[in-house]
């Protein structure tokens, strides 16, 4: 549903149309970023002066930066999305903390269980799958979502000038420069496949993107 407005009032329009895959759209969003992350060399951002080495012009750093966000935060996202897309409607998960058992419903799992626990414990019951954790993939997904959390979780270091001895988050986007994080989240999707076996974008990855 959309409102526009003319004459002063609004008027409501109804609009029908079919239900994207938000998995889909966060890997097409995170396979994007990287097309533009890859095609940049990070050391040709700095150039060379007498006293050491600084971009004279901060833009194409910057959008450099903002895409290697972008890269990570949607690869994350996206496997985030598939793990409570595919959990079936009728599954229930036992929760147990400190003793004590709790039947969960699908929403109650979506909302209070973990990615983490989604993926290792949720996802193999539910699609009848081995874990994929001290897996390759598992290990993949977990370098993303270090940096993703250090992204949304911007700590005082990566605020403040600082040297060499700090690790910025900065720093640790320009030296991931070759990281596919988008082939380990569709990687890690594809770990679970009963449920994405005839899924049509799982299997037209990696995607076209149109050059500039």
């Known amino acids: 549903m ?23 759209l966060f890997l097409h969003l995170a ?3 990287f097309s533009q992350v890859r095609r940049v060399d990070p050391q040709g951002l700095f150039d060379m002066h007498p006293q050491g080495r600084w971009p004279d ?3 194409p750093l910057f959008d450099y930066l903002e895409n290697c966000m972008a890269h990570a935060v949607f690869s994350f996202t996206a496997i985030e999305a598939f793990a409570n897309e595919v959990i079936p409607d009728a ?13 969960l419903l699908k929403p109650d799992i979506e909302r209070r269980i973990n990615l983490d626990e989604k993926l290792d414990k949720v996802l193999p019951a539910a699609l009848s799958v081995s874990s994929p954790k001290n897996k390759k993939v598992w290990e993949e997904y977990r370098a993303i979502k270090r940096i ?6 911007l700590k005082s270091v990566d605020r403040k000038p600082s040297g060499p001895e700090d690790e910025t988050i900065w720093g640790a986007l320009l030296k991931a420069h070759g990281e596919a994080w988008c082939d380990s989240a569709h990687a890690m999707i594809g770990h679970f496949k009963p449920a994405v076996h005839n899924r049509r974008w799982y299997g037209k990855y990696p995607f076209e993107i149109a050059k500039p």
């Open 2 to 24: 959309a409102t526009s407005e003319r004459l002063g009032r609004k008027k409501t329009i109804v609009v029908s149309f079919g239900l994207p895959s938000g998995p889909a």
């Open 31 to 33: 396979y994007r970023a």
């Open 57 to 59: 012009r901060q833009g």
């Open 91 to 103: 599954f229930t998960y036992t929760l147990q903390r400190e003793g004590k058992k709790e039947t």
């Open 148 to 153: 993703r959390n250090r992204l949304i979780h």
